[in-house]
């Protein structure tokens, strides 16, 4: 794959000196993306020279262009079918590819001129601003993409992600990351998931499945592997996700997100939507919910009895049944039967459920 490749080896050699600087070839039909690629590694610190800027009236071209070909520490080539058209262009790229300070960016989808082919390039069409300017700066070395991997063959241990979302064409980079196992790599995964529901509305009800499968899957455990409960806080991966889904935006009649049985131990849900969602029998213990949205939310026999910032007009809202636990300062809907904690809780806490005591036992 040639498409976010480095051409010349090590990312350390960019930028050398103080004077070095990008020229930016390109023909005149692609000058609005000269202008937008100069612009960005620019504001990235980097010094870009393009034509329409920095050669004045009066100049000559040729020998400005060659001065520039000749002092250029990179020489950015921004190929399209009108680029390889044009004389110009022709012997811009000839002289950098000689001095091995050619960096090409493909503008559309076009097959560059045999000697080219064994240049490594990165692809901006058919991506959002954000990704593109990601993939300009990788082009110049001046961001690094994620040197990381997943075990390639058969693993009995790791039942997660599931073999079908990683054979999705365009999920594989994202699933592939959260199956790391390195936080950093699955947060990365999180954050492209993100990138992949904003730019392609169709795909956020399998982006809302993937992250909600993934909260589960790495929250389930959280309480045999640590056995101190008051210690017990989700991982930060986890938060991220969380994160993810309740900033997506709302789409008419589409869940959010099903987190049944998780644990969000310590978990900061606060200001997030969670409309929609179902979040039967997940544990809210020590979790922040000021201001969650949880309209028409199912929380079918979840404990919140020991979260924090929950306020009557946020319950009122949701959907619960006689196993959903409650703060002390949270009034039961009407609407809502009877608390009745299951058996394993009257085994578990039998003093809180004996004589006397109501805990949140609300009629």
């Given at each position: 794959m040639r498409?976010?490749?480095?051409?010349?080896?090590?990312?350390?050699r960019l930028?050398?000196?103080?004077?070095?600087?990008?020229?930016v070839s390109?023909?005149?039909?692609?000058?609005a993306?000269?202008?937008?690629v100069?612009t960005?590694l620019?504001?990235?610190?980097?010094?870009?020279?393009i034509?329409v800027?920095?050669s004045?009236?009066?100049?000559?071209?040729?020998?400005?262009?060659?001065?520039?070909?000749?002092?250029?520490?990179?020489?950015v080539?921004?190929y399209?079918?009108?680029?390889f058209?044009?004389?110009?262009?022709?012997?811009e790229?000839?002289?950098?590819?000689?001095r091995?300070?050619?960096?090409p960016?493909?503008l559309?989808?076009?097959?560059?001129?045999?000697?080219l082919q064994?240049i490594?390039?990165?692809?901006?069409?058919?991506?959002?601003?954000?990704?593109?300017?990601?993939?300009v700066?990788?082009?110049?070395?001046?961001?690094?993409m994620?040197?990381?991997?997943?075990?390639?063959?058969?693993?009995?241990?790791q039942?997660?992600?599931?073999?079908?979302?990683?054979?999705?064409?365009?999920f594989?980079e994202?699933?592939?990351l959260?199956?790391?196992g390195?936080?950093?790599?699955r947060?990365?995964g999180?954050?492209?998931l993100?990138?992949?529901a904003?730019?392609?509305p169709?795909?956020?009800?399998?982006?809302?499945?993937?992250?909600?499968?993934?909260i589960?899957?790495?929250t389930?455990?959280l309480k045999?592997?640590?056995p101190?409960?008051?210690?017990?806080?989700?991982?930060?991966?986890?938060?991220?996700?969380?994160n993810?889904l309740g900033?997506?935006?709302?789409?008419?009649?589409l869940?959010r997100a099903?987190?049944q049985?998780?644990?969000?131990?310590?978990?900061d849900?606060?200001?997030?939507?969670f409309?929609?969602?179902?979040?039967?029998?997940?544990?809210?213990t020590?979790?922040?919910?000021?201001?969650?949205?949880?309209?028409?939310?199912?929380?079918a026999?979840a404990?919140?009895?020991?979260?924090?910032?929950?306020?009557?007009e946020?319950?009122?809202?949701?959907?619960g049944?006689?196993?959903?636990?409650?703060?002390q300062?949270?009034?039961?809907?009407?609407?809502?039967?009877?608390y009745?904690p299951s058996f394993?809780?009257?085994e578990?806490?039998?003093d809180e459920?004996s004589g006397?005591?109501?805990y949140?036992?609300?009629p």
């Amino acid at each position: 794959m040639r498409d976010g490749r480095y051409p010349y080896g090590s990312y350390t050699r960019l930028m050398a000196s103080g004077d070095s600087f990008v020229f930016v070839s390109y023909t005149a039909a692609d000058e609005a993306w000269a202008k937008w690629v100069a612009t960005i590694l620019e504001e990235a610190g980097l010094t870009a020279r393009i034509q329409v800027w920095d050669s004045t009236p009066g100049t000559n071209f040729i020998q400005w262009m060659n001065t520039q070909l000749a002092e250029a520490r990179w020489t950015v080539a921004l190929y399209s079918k009108a680029y390889f058209e044009s004389q110009w262009c022709t012997a811009e790229w000839t002289a950098s590819l000689a001095r091995q300070t050619l960096l090409p960016i493909r503008l559309e989808r076009v097959e560059p001129p045999a000697t080219l082919q064994v240049i490594t390039w990165v692809d901006l069409f058919n991506l959002d601003e954000r990704l593109a300017k990601e993939k300009v700066l990788h082009a110049v070395g001046m961001q690094v993409m994620p040197r990381l991997a997943t075990f390639p063959g058969k693993s009995t241990a790791q039942s997660w992600p599931p073999s079908e979302w990683v054979s999705r064409e365009d999920f594989t980079e994202a699933i592939k990351l959260l199956g790391s196992g390195q936080r950093h790599a699955r947060i990365g995964g999180i954050r492209l998931l993100t990138r992949i529901a904003e730019s392609q509305p169709s795909e956020q009800i399998a982006v809302i499945e993937i992250l909600s499968s993934f909260i589960v899957e790495h929250t389930r455990a959280l309480k045999d592997e640590r056995p101190d409960p008051p210690l017990i806080v989700i991982e930060t991966d986890v938060q991220v996700a969380l994160n993810a889904l309740g900033n997506l935006p709302d789409r008419p009649s589409l869940s959010r997100a099903n987190l049944q049985g998780a644990r969000l131990f310590g978990a900061d849900l606060s200001g997030l939507n969670f409309s929609y969602s179902d979040l039967s029998d997940v544990d809210f213990t020590r979790a922040h919910l000021n201001f969650t949205d949880l309209i028409d939310t199912e929380l079918a026999g979840a404990n919140l009895a020991e979260s924090f910032g929950l306020e009557n007009e946020q319950i009122g809202a949701a959907l619960g049944d006689s196993g959903t636990r409650l703060p002390q300062q949270v009034e039961r809907p009407e609407s809502w039967p009877p608390y009745r904690p299951s058996f394993h809780l009257w085994e578990e806490f039998p003093d809180e459920f004996s004589g006397t005591s109501n805990y949140d036992l609300k009629p």
